[in-house]
Every structure is written in C-alpha cells, then in structure tokens.
C-alpha cells in the first residue's frame, strides 16, 4: 500500500532475491520512460523502495505520482517471482 510521507508516495516491496527485484525494476524503468516520470528508489538485495514526487509540481504529489504508483501495482501483481 502506498503512503503518502512528507509529500511523496512511498511504498517497498520485497522479493525472493536480488535478481527478481531488479528485473521489477526493469519493468519500472519501462513503464517510467513511458510515462516520462521517473522515480525516486533505492535498492538493497531483495528490497526496492519508491518515493514518488513531481519536481516540476514543487515536489509534491500529483496525478502523474499517481498514475506511476498505479502502473508500479501492476506490475508487482503481475510478477513472477
């Protein structure tokens, strides 16, 4: 579940190992390319975090932020780990 911290979307997400959670992130990179929104994350082993903003909005929360946490959901339901 996303949460909205200090005006970001925040949210991890924890996978069996380092490969699966960087083939997510992959995915992400995709589908963020694709919007033209990227994101904030960081990466340790198994473990992705997101913290999403828009920088052009004061960074803050908007429908892009939105829309990407959306898209990143998919995918997370749709993994085959």
């Given amino acids: 579940m996303w949460t909205e911290i200090d005006n ?3 949210r991890s997400f924890t996978f069996s190992d380092f490969r699966a ?3 997510f992130m992959t995915q992400v990179a995709e589908v963020a390319e694709s919007q033209n929104h990227h994101p904030w994350w960081s990466n340790i082993y ?7 903003s828009t920088h052009d909005a004061g960074d803050t929360v908007t429908e892009k ?3 990407l946490a959306a898209a990143i959901d998919l995918l997370w339901e749709n993994k085959a780990d």
């Fill in 8 to 10: 970001k979307l925040c």
């Fill in 21 to 23: 959670a960087f083939l």
């Fill in 46 to 52: 198994n473990e992705v975090n997101f913290k999403l």
């Fill in 65 to 67: 932020d939105r829309k």
